[in-house]
T-cell receptor, first 115, second 113 residues
């Protein structure tokens, strides 16, 4: 079964600085998708960024970018120019491209942004 | 468009009682999913509906959990009788036939005391 590991339960970053959240995963599949979701306190979980495994180029969405290392099964999220609104729980997730629709999530990283 | 709506947002019940959670997906989304996060652990898949049919219920923990999706619209997840280990946040998500568009609700925080 697929597993997703987030080894950082909590992280903090100074406003305007850069922070990297780690995620590793385990799978025997070659075709899949990886995601980072963000959940602010008591609010809806929203998609931050998505990466298709067949793409070598790292995905980027404004201040958010990923470092996707397929061979190492690593998928870290970099947040540049951190803002107070970035404070949230971040979940890394895996989804097969071929078998089933369910997501496999990590345990989450709680990010605090210090003014 | 309206998002995925879940209610109640919070529920505190006593062990042995029954609780029903509701999820209203985005209109037109055939796929509806339930997930659960127990405190400090990963979010785990519970089940998947396609319209009114259960496509995959492999994540349902036991027969105290009953999910329904009336007419392929909203869905309910009933826990009867509730146990302490059922405490957690229950998330609902929906997607259209396109598997990419997966929208989550805000979750229902269930506390069993």
């Amino acid at each position: 079964a697929q597993t997703v590991t987030q080894s950082q339960p909590e992280m903090s970053v100074q406003e305007a600085e850069t922070v990297t959240l780690s995620c590793t995963y385990d799978t025997s599949e070659s075709d899949y998708y990886l995601f980072w979701y963000k959940q602010p306190p008591s609010r809806q979980m929203i998609l931050v960024i998505r990466q298709e495994a067949y793409k070598q180029q790292n995905a980027t969405e404004n201040r958010f970018s990923v470092n996707f290392q397929k061979a190492a099964k690593s998928f870290s999220l970099k947040i540049s120019d951190s803002q107070l609104g970035d404070a949230a729980m971040y979940f890394c997730a895996y989804r097969s491209a071929n078998t089933g629709n369910q997501f496999y999530f990590g345990t989450g990283t709680s990010l605090t942004v210090i003014p | 468009e309206a998002g995925v709506t879940q209610f109640p947002s919070h529920s505190v019940i006593e062990k042995g009682q029954t609780v029903t959670l509701r999820c209203d997906p985005i209109s037109g989304h055939d796929n509806l999913y339930w997930y659960r996060r127990v405190m400090g652990k990963e979010i785990k898949f519970l089940l998947h509906f396609v319209k009114e049919s259960k496509q995959d219920e492999s994540g349902m923990p036991n027969n105290r959990f009953l999910a329904e999706r009336t007419g392929g619209t909203y869905s309910t997840l009933k826990v009867q009788p509730a146990e302490l280990e059922d405490s957690g946040v229950y998330f609902c998500a929906s997607s259209p036939q396109d598997r990419y568009g997966y929208t989550f609700g805000s979750g229902t925080r269930l506390t069993v005391v």
